[in-house]
């Protein structure tokens, strides 16, 4: 399995900051790295995939970086909105993984 | 738009069969560009990827973790696909979702791009 781990696992902010969460892979996913946003009582939602692809319809704040084994998500100017749970996710292996999590709350 | 939906019982015993069926609708199972697939979470954590299906059936991955007790399928006449999972324990206990996989070349390989609301499932004897 490859294993993913997610950095840090919970981070305190306020309204305006940039803010990245680190992901690394412990074997080379090539570019299959996707971002999900999850709030409470709801299904994970897909921010980016392939690494840096913005999905449709998600804000311009969420950026996404990296190849390989590492990978980071951006998001500038933190809006009330965002605050949430957010997950990578390796699409090379099997079983497809998911990081740990990162929980961004209000400071 | 879209849509998945999950349905099926939300509490078993120990050793109990789950089975569980996603209904697609606005658009069609049979989709060159996707595999079908069945995530859990279990209460605090990270989501697990379980097993994933495509159109033809004859494509189906599963998580090793799981692969002895779990069954995929699919039933393109109803669009619908399904999760059997075997002998249930307390650690089975987690919220399924049902969700599209973007296929390797596809527009959005490897990303679970649309999920269903997902439905809890508690194994409690």
């Known amino acids: 399995d490859i294993q993913v781990t997610q950095s840090p696992s919970s981070l305190s902010a306020s309204v305006g900051d940039r803010v990245s969460i680190t992901c690394r892979t412990s074997?080379?996913?090539?570019?299959?790295l996707s971002w999900y946003q999850q709030k409470p009582g709801k299904a994970p939602k897909l921010l980016i995939y392939?690494?840096?692809t913005l999905q449709t319809g998600v804000p311009s704040r969420f950026t996404g970086s990296g190849s390989g084994t590492e990978f980071t998500l951006t998001i500038t100017s933190l809006q009330p909105e965002d605050f949430a749970t957010y997950y990578c996710?390796?699409?090379?292996?099997?079983?497809?993984?998911f990081g740990l999590g990162t929980k961004v709350d209000i400071k | 738009q879209l849509q998945l939906q999950e349905s099926g019982p939300g509490l078993l015993k120990p050793s109990e069969t789950l089975s569980l069926t996603c209904s697609v609708s606005g658009g069609s199972i049979s989709s060159i560009n996707h595999y079908w697939v069945w995530i859990r979470q279990a209460p605090g954590k990270e989501p697990q990827w379980i097993a994933g299906?495509?159109?033809?059936?004859?494509?189906?991955y599963y998580n090793p973790s799981l692969n002895s007790r779990v069954t995929i399928s699919v039933d393109t006449s109803k669009n619908q696909f399904s999760l059997r999972l075997t002998s249930v324990d307390v650690a089975d206990t987690a919220v399924y979702y049902c969700?599209?996989?973007?296929?390797?070349?596809?527009?959005?390989?490897?990303?679970?791009?649309?999920w269903g609301q997902g439905t809890l499932v508690t194994v409690s004897s």
């Open positions: 996710q390796e699409g090379h292996g099997n079983p497809y993984t």
């Open positions: 969700a599209r996989r973007g296929k390797g070349g596809s527009p959005l390989p490897g990303a679970f791009d649309i």
């Open positions: 392939s690494a840096s």
């Open positions: 074997q080379s996913v090539m570019s299959y």
């Open positions: 299906i495509y159109y033809t059936g004859n494509i189906y």
